[in-house]
């Protein structure tokens, strides 16, 4: 079995920063994308952004461009996500993803794996 646990959720006010992190254990599998996705009470779940496993392309959502990084480190098989100028529109429940074969990153049917999420919230 493939485990994908995210930490570094917590309560920040809005223009502070968090660090999300996403730990894989379990079963070695060929990644093609790793991704974080959130989901809002009352809201469907939405992309945020992926990162290419080999060649580290990102992608991101408009909403958290200039504000997100997505960056992974492969000797260790983490995922994190850089939020900084954080907003309270981005409270949610933070999942990290793995795709493991190659189609569109921003779509969460793509993705084969998935964490429990991690709570973010942003007050005002």
């Known amino acids: 079995q493939v485990q994908l646990v995210e930490s570094g959720g917590g309560l920040v006010q809005a223009g502070g920063s968090l660090r999300l992190s996403c730990a894989t254990s379990g079963r070695t599998f060929s990644s093609y994308a790793r991704a974080w996705f959130r989901q809002a009470p009352g809201k469907e779940r939405e992309f945020v952004a992926a990162?290419?496993?080999?060649?580290?392309?990102?992608t991101y959502t408009d909403s958290v461009k200039g504000r997100f990084t997505i960056s992974r480190d492969s000797t260790k098989n983490m995922v994190y996500l850089q939020m900084n100028s954080l907003k309270p529109e981005d409270t949610a429940v933070y999942y990290c993803?793995?795709?493991?074969?190659?189609?569109?990153?921003?779509?969460?049917?793509?993705?084969?794996?998935w964490g429990q999420g991690t709570q973010v919230t942003v007050s005002s």
């Open positions: 993803a793995a795709a493991t074969r190659w189609r569109s990153v921003m779509v969460s049917d793509h993705y084969d794996y």
């Open positions: 990162i290419t496993w080999s060649g580290g392309s990102t």
